[in-house]
């Protein structure tokens, strides 16, 4: 654990290498970097009070706004323990807009770090929506998630908390959860749903080639 913590402690200062963020920067660790495959380790109920550990979960929430990212887990910013924070804000509401916030079935989630999460599902009912992920940046794809999940944990003070979530904030819960567990939504998507997030601009489109090919019966 101390050795875990002193990792932690050293990408935050950024001298960390290979880990594929930088402090003061929007970079998180992108797919294909190990730590994002591997099972994250619990944190001891000791160390949380550490100041070394109070400033990961600082920098956690500085990245993930950053990014304006809803949720984020450690191992995103290269430490492979059992920790993650969410938050659904009005900012959020404002980029998504109130009819889609409404559409997608959006609330409000105040900002919320768990440490050493269990997580139940209490409604199976899948819905699928397109989800993305900071650690595969410009990408989405169609995942079905549970409705309904309840998540435990420990708070940063190191106490029990508890949230019945659903809807959306149940499937941020997930995706979080998922990454403690070495799992990307790549992992859990509809199979040819992947699209970079560019493609309804048409980037790279050359219309009047088209045009041309279709006005000489080529295409």
């Known amino acids: 654990m101390a050795k875990v913590i002193w990792s932690a402690l050293n990408i935050i200062k950024g001298k960390a290498r290979g880990e594929g963020m930088k402090l003061g920067t929007k970079e998180v660790c992108q797919i294909g970097h190990p730590v994002l495959r591997r099972i994250a380790k619990p944190v001891s109920r000791d160390k949380i009070p550490t100041p070394e550990f109070q400033k990961l979960l600082d920098h956690m929430i500085r990245i993930m706004r950053e990014n ?13 323990l059992q920790v993650f924070c969410m938050e659904l804000s009005d900012l959020h509401h404002k980029l998504i807009g109130a009819e889609r916030f409404v559409k997608l079935q959006m609330s409000i989630l105040p900002l ?12 199976d009912t899948p819905v699928t929506h397109e989800e993305g992920c900071v650690s595969m940046g410009g990408y989405v794809g169609r995942v079905a998630r549970a409705t309904g999940v309840q ?19 149940a499937r941020i819960a997930q995706h979080e959860y998922d990454h403690l567990q070495g799992v990307i939504y790549i992992d859990k998507m509809e199979g040819g749903s992947l699209r970079s997030m560019l493609c309804t601009e048409h980037k790279g489109v050359d219309w009047k080639l088209i045009e041309s090919l279709k006005q000489q019966n080529i295409l």
Do not use: C
């Not at 919320?112 to 409604?123: A, F, G, K, Q, S």
């Not at 106490?159 to 809807?167: A, I, M, V, Y």
């Open 68 to 80: 304006k990212a809803v949720g984020l887990a450690a191992p995103q910013v290269g430490v492979g």
């Open 112 to 123: 919320t770090i768990l440490i050493n999460p269990h997580l139940t599902v209490t409604n």
């Open 151 to 169: 998540i435990d944990g420990l708070n940063r003070h190191g106490d029990e908390e508890q949230h019945n979530l659903t809807d959306w904030t």
